[in-house]
T-cell receptor
């Protein structure tokens, strides 16, 4: 089974700071990559996804992620975070099958 | 539009009692269906997935089982609950794979299970 690693377990930032959350996966073949977000009290929702093509993917709310195949990474970025970005963020991988594997999540707290 | 519902939202059960969590999807046909368990600091653990009626794949050995009696219905069960079964259970669906692409996962609201 593939594994997905999110090394930042808890991140605390001030508003307007830049954000980068790391995600690494272990599968060497063709992958589909996702970032999901879970706002407090809400269900998981898709932030962005990568299937193929341009490795820089833009998602909702100003988020983007870059797929670096040589590093098996799909890091999430946002140039300037807002208080409303406080949430838990999950990286997920799907590779050559029907399974989706998730990382352990990163809890982001943005201080006004 | 497609919707996914799971119930009950909250459940408190004694050790050794049976469990049944139900999930239904509306507005689509032949979806892939998934059960995940979410635990703090441990992310989402894939428990079961199904690509069709009666087809269940188990990811980890455990005290739980899953069934898909109808195309858009997915049930998570246990005959005898353990304390370690406590957690937050999520049902999800996606459109089946086309080539390398698979659709995004859509999640239900979740079911909080407490085993006492």
């Amino acid at each position: 089974a593939q594994s997905v690693s999110q090394h930042n377990h808890h991140v605390i930032l001030s508003e307007a700071a830049s954000l980068e959350l790391g995600c690494n996966y272990s599968y060497g073949g063709t992958v589909n990559l996702f970032w999901y977000v879970q706002y407090p009290g809400q269900h998981l929702q898709l932030l962005l996804k990568y299937f193929s093509g341009d490795p820089l993917v833009k998602g909702i709310k100003g988020f983007e992620a870059e797929f670096i195949k040589s590093k098996f990474s799909f890091n999430l970025r946002k140039p300037s975070v807002q208080w409303s970005d406080t949430a838990e963020y999950f990286c997920a991988v799907n590779a050559n099958g029907n399974q989706f594997y998730f990382g352990t999540g990163t809890s982001l707290t943005v201080i006004p | 539009s497609q919707t996914i519902h799971q119930w009950p939202a909250t459940l408190v059960q004694p050790v050794g009692s049976p469990l049944s969590l139900e999930c239904t999807v509306e507005g689509t046909s032949n979806p892939n269906l998934y059960w995940y368990r979410q635990a703090a600091g441990r992310g989402l653990q894939l428990l079961f997935y199904s690509v069709g009626i009666g087809q269940i794949s188990s990811e980890v050995p455990q005290n739980l089982s899953a069934s898909r009696p109808q195309d858009r219905q997915f049930i998570l069960s246990s005959k005898k609950l353990l304390l370690s079964d406590s957690g937050f259970y999520l049902c999800a669906w996606t459109q089946p794979r086309t080539g390398h692409r698979i659709g995004e996962l859509f999640f239900g609201e979740g079911s909080r299970l407490t085993v006492l």
